[in-house]
């Protein structure tokens, strides 16, 4: 049953009204049925636990209400989209906490990757590693045409590696080759690059990217609703059951690999070399 929460949504009038939590900014348009989701965790919209929780508790909120049928993602951060996940999440804490933060990431992205909405990412920033996880989760992605705005899986750069459930999204939408280079390499690709590969589907002036998204979600939106979902579905549950099969034991995969004393060691001096570029 879909339960209602007590702060005011589109379906109750209030169309205009910003409603969502202090780390995730939602703008519902009733009449159109598309809310924006603004992430808002400066200065780079780090994925902590606390950003991970209120991103599920938001999209659980627009999925059970009828009112919404899309929503685009997208960063109130200047120049980035998303960081990715919080390095101090996974630097310096117990086994426990990994576990924690881990089951969290995985959540988020079970439901990001079958949601019945229509999930459009307009990338308006920097965009790695788990940002960009949480862009190919969506149905299409618009990228800001900006050289600063790097996109991609960069995980070998820090020393560690992408888990097989990014790597299935990147396949499912680079292709294998592109992707077994991509990931090896950590490439992070510039916007026009990511175009040619089929990392992003449009790049558009900085200006542009949210108006564009919302034209992009009309054509989405025109589609009948069932058989969307249905193909959807389709195109993406065989590479969703293969985490769900064996989510505990990805779990303990993370938590024993991220608790190595040399993955501690070269997270930490990344963390480092990201402080020391600031001055
Ligand atoms: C198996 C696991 C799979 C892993 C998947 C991942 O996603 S791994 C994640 C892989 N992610 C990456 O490799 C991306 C790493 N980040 C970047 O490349 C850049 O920050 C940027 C391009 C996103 C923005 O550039 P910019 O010049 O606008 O900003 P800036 O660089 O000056 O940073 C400002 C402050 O934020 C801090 N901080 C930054 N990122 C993170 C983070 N993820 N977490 C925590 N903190 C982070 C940074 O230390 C600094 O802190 P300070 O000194 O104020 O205490």
């Not at 009038?13 to 924006?36: H, I």
């Not at 899309?70 to 996940?85: E, K, M, N, Q, Y």
């Not at 097989?164 to 991509?182: C, M, P, Y």
């Not at 099969?245 to 990201?274: G, P, T, W």
Request: with cysteine; charged share 20%.
């Amino acid at each position: 049953a879909t339960i209602r929460r007590t702060e005011p949504t589109a379906g109750s009038g209030d169309s205009a009204r910003r409603f969502g939590t202090q780390r995730v900014l939602v703008e519902p348009d009733a009449a159109s049925g598309v809310a924006v989701m603004k992430f808002k965790n400066p200065p780079v919209n780090s994925l902590s636990l606390e950003l991970l929780t209120e991103f599920i508790i938001s999209l659980e909120k627009l999925e059970n209400d009828k009112t919404f049928r899309g929503v685009i993602l997208t960063s109130d951060c200047p120049r980035v989209f998303s960081a990715g996940l919080d390095l101090t999440e996974m630097c310096g804490k117990n086994p426990a906490h990994y576990a924690e933060y881990w089951k969290a990431v995985q959540e988020l992205w079970l439901r990001l990757y079958l949601s019945n909405l229509v999930l459009i990412a307009a990338i308006n920033g920097a965009c790695p590693a788990g940002g960009c996880l949480i862009s190919l989760t969506c149905d299409y992605r618009i990228l800001a045409d900006n050289p600063k705005y790097l996109i991609g899986l960069n995980e070998t750069l820090l020393g560690i590696v992408a888990p097989f459930w990014f790597k299935d999204t990147l396949v499912n939408t680079i292709g294998h080759r592109a992707s077994e280079q991509a990931l090896q390499l950590g490439l992070l690709f510039l916007p026009a690059e990511a175009l040619q590969v089929g990392l992003v589907d449009q790049v558009v002036p900085e200006d542009q990217v949210l108006s564009t998204a919302l034209s992009v979600m009309a054509r989405w939106m025109a589609i009948p609703d069932h058989a969307r979902q249905l193909t959807k579905n389709m195109m993406r549950k065989t590479t969703v059951d293969r985490l769900v099969k064996q989510r505990d034991a990805d779990i303990q995969n993370f938590v024993s690999f991220i608790s190595r004393d040399s993955i501690q060691k070269s997270l930490q001096m990344y963390l480092e070399k990201l402080k020391q570029k600031k001055g």
